[in-house]
T-cell receptor, first 113, second 113 residues
């Protein structure tokens, strides 16, 4: 199994630009999570999906952030417009079911100049 | 909201030494998880605990679910250089629906050969 796949691995962009992060969960996993990791705030859950439906987006910082899961094998996290304070590592994770272990992807390191 | 505290924040130890770290919460959890994050990678689950008082081992790692359900401990015996990384505890309160996992701020471990 390839594990959770994220792309790109690194992204450098300028303030105001749109950023799209992509995630392919492990096949058969019903839950997908987006996390943000920074030195100041640690690992924060942004949003999670169950069977492609957003369940809890209370962690999404503001309206500039949006996430979609059009099918069971693909999800995106979009930031528009990006700001320097969005610089962080963004992780996608998936889980096979209710209360089950989450498997993390390698992360996307985002730097907004 | 729910928050986890981990101590120590960082540790520098000699190869071969044993390591102890803990995690405390003001809230009760039904599940405790310990993850390790290698530099440049996503967190990987080490041990999962599901019952108060439970003691579980995974090789040189041993973790315990505190009796009060508000804390957990992780011990690493005979540390080796590849133990270097950040160790996160995480708690989850499973009720009738999926409850999000809350991550601690992490303990950074450095092993001196």
């Amino acid at each position: 199994d390839a594990g959770v796949i994220q792309s790109p691995r690194h992204e450098v962009t300028e303030m105001g630009q749109e950023v799209t992060l992509r995630c392919k969960p492990i096949s058969g996993h019903d839950y997908l999570f987006w996390y943000r990791q920074t030195m100041m705030r640690g690992l924060e859950l942004l949003i999670y999906f169950n069977n492609n439906v957003p369940i809890d987006d209370s962690g999404m910082p503001e309206d500039r952030f949006s996430a979609k899961m059009p099918n069971a094998s693909f999800s995106t996290l979009k930031i528009q417009p990006s700001e320097p304070r969005d610089s962080a590592v963004y992780f996608c994770a998936s889980s096979p079911g209710h209360g089950a272990t989450q498997y993390f992807g390698p992360g996307t390191r985002l730097l907004v100049l | 909201g729910q928050q986890l505290n981990q101590s120590p924040q960082s540790m520098f130890i000699q190869e071969g030494e044993d390591v102890s770290m803990n995690c405390t919460s003001s809230s009760i959890f039904n599940t405790w998880l310990w993850y390790k994050q290698d530099p440049g990678e996503g967190p990987v689950l080490l041990i999962a605990l599901y019952k108060a008082g439970e003691l579980t081992s995974n090789g040189r790692l041993t973790a315990q679910f505190g009796i009060t359900r508000k804390d957990s401990f992780l011990n690493i015996s005979a540390s080796i250089p590849s133990d270097v990384g950040i160790y996160f505890c995480a708690g989850q309160l499973m009720k009738t629906s999926y409850d999000k996992v809350i991550f601690g701020p992490g303990t950074s471990l450095s092993v001196i050969p």
